[in-house]
Nanobody
Framework: QVQLVESGGGLVQPGGSLRLSCATS????????IGWSRQAPGKEREGVSC????????YYAESVKGRFTLSRDNAKNTVYLQMNSLKPEDTAVYYC?????????????WGQGTQVTVSS
């Protein structure tokens, strides 16, 4: 059974950092790109970042470029989203997802999400 479980969310002050984890099971992580999306209240879900399976290429939305870093540890079946210099507008539920192949391909499965709140 394909599963993705996010963790690491919480409340952080503006300028702070969080590291989100996406623990995967039921499929070969090294064969699938993993993406992160977020959804703020009243807004549509938006793509944040993606890491390919083939060469670990990473892609970032302009709104997070330079602040977020995506990495993967295939041995631990886990993908990490390091978020630095957080802003109140980063507040959202963050979801990880497994793509069928590369970034931009159909989503195979979603995680349940983890809440990130940036507030003083």
């Amino acid at each position: 059974q394909v599963q993705l479980v996010e963790s690491g969310g919480g409340l952080v002050q503006p300028g702070g950092s969080l590291r989100l984890s996406c623990a995967t099971s039921g499929f070969s992580l090294d064969s699938h790109a993993i993406g992160w999306s977020r959804q703020a209240p009243g807004k549509e879900r938006e793509g944040v970042s993606c890491i390919s399976s083939r060469d670990n290429s990473t892609y970032y939305a302009e709104s997070v470029k330079g602040r977020f870093t995506l990495s993967r540890d295939n041995a631990k079946n886990t993908v990490y989203l390091q978020m630095n210099s957080l802003k109140p507008e980063d507040t959202a539920v963050y979801y990880c997802a497994a793509h069928t192949i590369g970034c931009g391909t159909q989503i195979k499965a979603w995680g349940q999400g983890t809440q990130v709140t940036v507030s003083s």
